[in-house]
Nanobody, 114 residues
Framework: QVQLVESGGGSVQPGGSLRLSCAAS????????MGWYRQAPGKQRELVAV??????NYADSVKGRFAISRDSAKNMVYLQMNSLKPEDTAVYYC?????????WGQGTQVTVSS
C-alpha cells in the first residue's frame, strides 16, 4: 500500500502561483507513475499532470502554466502552478500508480478568485 499526503493548497488571485506537494510513504518502491488530478464542483475528476520514467504529460488546459516534478530521493511529487485562472479552482488530488493498484491522497483545495 502507498499512502499519500498533499499540502500547499489555498486561495490566490487570478494570475498568481501556488505549489502543491505530495509526500508518499509505504510501498513506494512499487510506484511507476505519479500524477495530479483535480475535481471541480459538479464535474468529474480529471487528469492534470503525470510523470513516469522521466516523461511528463499535461492536460491541454494547463500546458505552459503548470509543471510537475518528482524527487524520488525524498519520495515527493510537486505541482508548480503559475498564471492561475478561476477555472483552475478545484480539489487537487495526488495519485500514485503501482503494481498494487492506484492510491489517492485526501485532496487539497485550490481556489482562484479575485
Amino acid at each position: 500500500q502507498v499512502q499519500l499526503v498533499e499540502s500547499g493548497g489555498g486561495s490566490v488571485q487570478p494570475g498568481g502561483s501556488l505549489r502543491l506537494s505530495c509526500a508518499a510513504s509505504g510501498s513506494i518502491f512499487r510506484i511507476y507513475a505519479m500524477g495530479w488530478y483535480r475535481q471541480a464542483p459538479g464535474k468529474q475528476r480529471e487528469l492534470v499532470a503525470v510523470t513516469s520514467g522521466g516523461t511528463t504529460n499535461y492536460a491541454d488546459s494547463v500546458k505552459g502554466r503548470f509543471a510537475i516534478s518528482r524527487d524520488s530521493a525524498k519520495n515527493m511529487v510537486y505541482l508548480q502552478m503559475n498564471s492561475l485562472k478561476p477555472e483552475d479552482t478545484a480539489v487537487y488530488y495526488c495519485n500514485a500508480a503501482s503494481v498494487a493498484g492506484s492510491s489517492w491522497g485526501q485532496g487539497t483545495q485550490v481556489t482562484v478568485s479575485s
